[in-house]
């Protein structure tokens, strides 16, 4: 058998903290799914997604927007890791990494549709 191609598949690339982050996301999805709201400090220390709109892609849907107080990004246009969790009121969501606060959804002009937003709180419901 042959050695795969891919070097992302290499288990010598995996990022050290990337068991730690998935136990933490199952968390979130199980409070979640329990009809649970993360924790006040965990949405206050969150970055701000302004302009968002989402971004289906490969991976899974994304949300793309203009970031402010992230940790590890300086602000501006960013594209999320996939998307786990949606606040049915749109306020807030989980990505692979970590949860965004979720300001004023993009416009027309931004490339996004208000329609989108109306059909992703129905389906939230």
């Known amino acids: 058998m042959q050695r795969p191609q891919y ?6 690339r995996l990022d050290g903290n990337l068991a730690t982050r998935l136990r933490q996301l199952a968390d979130d999805i199980e409070r979640a799914a329990e ?14 997604l302004e302009e968002w709109r989402y971004m289906p892609t490969l991976q899974g849907v994304r949300l793309a927007g203009k970031v402010s ?5 300086l602000g ?4 999320t890791s996939p998307l786990w969790i949606m606040d049915p009121h749109l306020k807030w969501s989980r990505t692979t990494n970590r949860h965004y606060r979720l300001g004023t959804p ?6 996004g549709d208000d329609r989108d937003h109306d059909e992703l709180k129905e389906m939230l419901r």
């Open 7 to 12: 070097k992302f598949l290499d288990p010598r």
């Open 106 to 111: 993009a416009g027309p002009d931004e490339g």
């Open 69 to 73: 107080g992230h940790p590890s990004l």
């Open 76 to 79: 501006g246009r960013i594209v």
């Open 35 to 48: 009809g649970g709201d993360p924790p006040g400090e965990v949405l206050d220390a969150a970055p701000l």
